[in-house]
């Protein structure tokens, strides 16, 4: 019996599940993924002139272009509503200008009318921002208008990725005005003759001729009667 039972307790012990060595416990690095940093992620701008503003003269041009990894900016302008989409160069230039001069327009040397201005900046990676002035009017040569729009805000091509920044309330400036001078009459000329004085004075010589020869005729008349009569 108690043979039985050893043996029982035998085959009871190597039916049990033999314990295995723990395994060390892994550690486990997050992993972080980093976004690509855009280097033109700012915006160019031209702060002024706005569109619907009055030039004349030479008109600085204001505004950005240190964004990112500049390579050349062009300023340029053509006329508005150009079906040809000619832009005629204002400047070329390679130095990143923040919020200064870009350049000084000088609108006498065209002609009056309306025209767009555009800011287009290239990048060392390839891509390019631009920014367009609509309406802008030159009236150098021409009376100014009465009613004078509200200046728009420009609209810029923003970059792959990044989301379009909503534009500022636009601030109407004021649009300076060219006094208009009325012509002035001259004061009367002391030495001018007018036409009835003129015709006064000729008639006035042809009688005082008439009476001379009519006296040289008497006396030659006159003259005649005596030789005759002695």
Do not use: C, H
Request: proline share 12%; glycine share 6%; no cysteine.
């Amino acid at each position: 019996m108690r043979a039985n039972w050893l043996l029982l307790s035998l085959i009871f012990l190597l039916a049990l599940p033999r314990p295995t060595a723990a395994r060390p416990l892994e550690r486990v690095l997050p992993q972080v993924t980093v976004a690509p940093v855009s280097t033109t992620s700012t915006q160019i701008s031209i702060s002024a002139p706005l569109g619907g503003q009055v030039l004349q003269g030479k008109v600085p041009i204001m505004g950005y272009t240190a964004a990112g990894s500049l390579q050349s900016s062009e300023l340029s302008f053509a006329y508005t509503n150009d079906p040809t989409d000619t832009w005629f160069l204002i400047q070329y230039s390679t130095l990143p200008v923040s919020n200064g001069l870009l350049a000084e327009w000088d609108t006498t040397t065209i002609t009056d009318g309306n025209y767009t201005l555009r800011l287009v900046a290239t990048f060392r990676e390839g891509n390019q921002q631009t920014v367009t002035i609509p309406g802008l009017r030159v009236r150098n040569y021409t009376p100014i208008e009465t009613d004078t729009p509200l200046p728009s805000m420009p609209t810029a091509t923003p970059v792959p990725g990044q989301p379009t920044p909503e534009p500022p309330t636009p601030t109407p400036t004021p649009v300076p005005t060219r006094a208009v001078l009325a012509p002035t009459a001259l004061p009367a000329n002391p030495a001018e003759i007018s036409t009835l004085t003129l015709a006064q004075t000729v008639g006035i010589g042809a009688l005082v001729g008439l009476g001379l020869l009519l006296l040289l005729g008497l006396y030659l008349a006159f003259s005649r009667w005596s030789r005759n009569r002695s």
